[in-house]
């Protein structure tokens, strides 16, 4: 059953609590990957100190292929187009397994231009993402505020992508556990150091932040600062879509859940630290307010920040560390670990497998960066695509 | 030594384990009062299901007779100047009881205009306070940037306001009841639904808006919400007076501490729920941040809300509850609790003792309600000021 990275993991197989598969880190990549893994019959450790309490933590749950392509990032968008495809029977799939609900909706998303700039700025981005294909319709303010009268009146135009949808990674991590330990992975609540102290066939570093220590890679942190709202009364908010708005310059999300809940997200900043600064809860506050005038009245429950893994492309690395074939990288989602979850994890499990990676996965090698100080990236090579 | 008011006291001195003064009521007013009280010797017990976790943990701690000296409240300014007046003996020498530093401290408040709107606003209310002979200066832009260089290029102008002084109510709150502890007060940790409950010669109620249900007088939660703030680094904030601003038509005011912390504050709101809502906070913040933009940098560590106890004409309500010569009331003080603490302990305390109530209190007896539906107030009566 496994295949030829590495051919070792064929005796580990005979070996009485060896496991196949190691996976470090416990967040939506790692214990998707061990889910997908354990599921197919390989024998699965998770290690982990704290499961599920990086970046996902903090996460908003978009799944937004669409509304976040970007310029210059064609392929990490085809990768990112490719997973959320696979969202629904993911999310299908992972339910079932778990026995629990994870808040995955599918209404879509509004892009917002609020002032005569910040449309011009969306619409830039819309004619780039029709330009790749993508499907996503521009609307009139009228057409805005018929698929959501809480918009500001003021609003200057936007567009609607139906195939941008939504997760509750605070529901999505808990039932990728129960997933991955019904189907037979073993969790060890251990933070691991060095690759060294992890014995199994194959090693998969999804470590989020905490792979660069463990692999060299250039992961950097990304701090997001983000916020929870909640509709007062116990209601529904009063919206349906996910809004990606941009507001006097600023750009924000607006994500709503059924129970209430509002996520109004999120800083990009490059510092490590997670503490919530009043300039940037003003910012995100006024841009959501703005947007939503009666997001005003709603209580104010979390500010939280957290730390993406990051990496010199903004694209993730996925595939076998350099010089280290036992050791496959899934790290570096940076703004994208739960759109891309499905896709890493199918993908990293079949090349524990079969040995042979997917095409998809070639742009996103972890050698890529490899003696060049600010990296390559996968949409600035033209070489190199073939897996080595 | 207990005077005429009630002559039953006199008895209850001799009963052992009776209590001469039972204080309903674990807040700063009530800590005060027991603490003065208990200083003069009489036996005295404090009871409190949860010590100071009323609207004295929300409080910013100005001391701010003239800042907050508003038209049509001349009697209430007078009590607040009186007491502003006792801090710093009453601050000298509660530090020396409890043995614990209160954040007490003179850098006096800066009043400040940030648009010509705002200081048209702010000018009209220096006007007044000025009229009533308080000592407030009228400052230029650049006079209020030479004080606090911090302050927003963009302030129209201000005043400076030497006898505004500020005390951290956390600090003040422990001091308070070890001041009382080392007194003598006892402390019973109930809650006290009935004053039937409390046996003891003169009971006090000062339960803030708890006192409405144990009294029956007008004391309602008038909501209150908060932010604390952080400087970076772990240094003190980059400015030194109390900050008492009006930015594009919205009250502020900003208290810095010794140790890094910001509050800023408030809400005044009709209601009773403790929720911090987004509006608030933004309202918060981009006031603050657009007085002293270095803000925006500072880490936002608290939002919460408290309920002031406030009253028809928004003065206390201080002495006997009308056809209840055994219980006085201490309660009543919405936004001025901490300020009035010292002249509202040692007017009860003295009442308590001599039974002779001194003229200040005449203005803010119980019995101002009784038949008038909306109140009449300190400074809507012309008859009654003396004591009944």
Known sequence: MLGGVPSSTKSANKEPFLADVAVVGAGPIGLAVAWRCAARGLRVTVHDSAPGSGASAVAAGMLSPVAEAYFGERQLTELL???AARWPAFAAELTEAAGAEIGYRTEGTLLVGLTGDDLAEASRLLAYQQGLGLPVTPLRPTELRDREPALAPRVRGGAFSPTDHQVDPRRLVPALHTAARRAGAVFVPQAVRRLSEVDAGITVVAAGCGAAALTGLPVRPVKGQIL?????G????????VIRGYADGESVYLVPRADGEVVLGATVEERADTTVTAGAVLRLLRAG????????EYDLVETIAGLRPGTPDNAPILGPLPGRPDVLVATGHHRHGIVLAPVTADLIADLVISGVPDPLLAPFRPDRFTGVPDGGGPDRTTEGDRWS
Chains 1, 2 share one sequence.
């Open 81 to 83: 187009v490719a997973s």
């Open 228 to 232: 929870r709202l909640r509709a007062p």
């Open 234 to 241: 116990g209601v529904a908010p009063g919206f349906r879509h």
């Open 289 to 296: 307010v703005d947007l939503l005038p009666e997001l005003a």
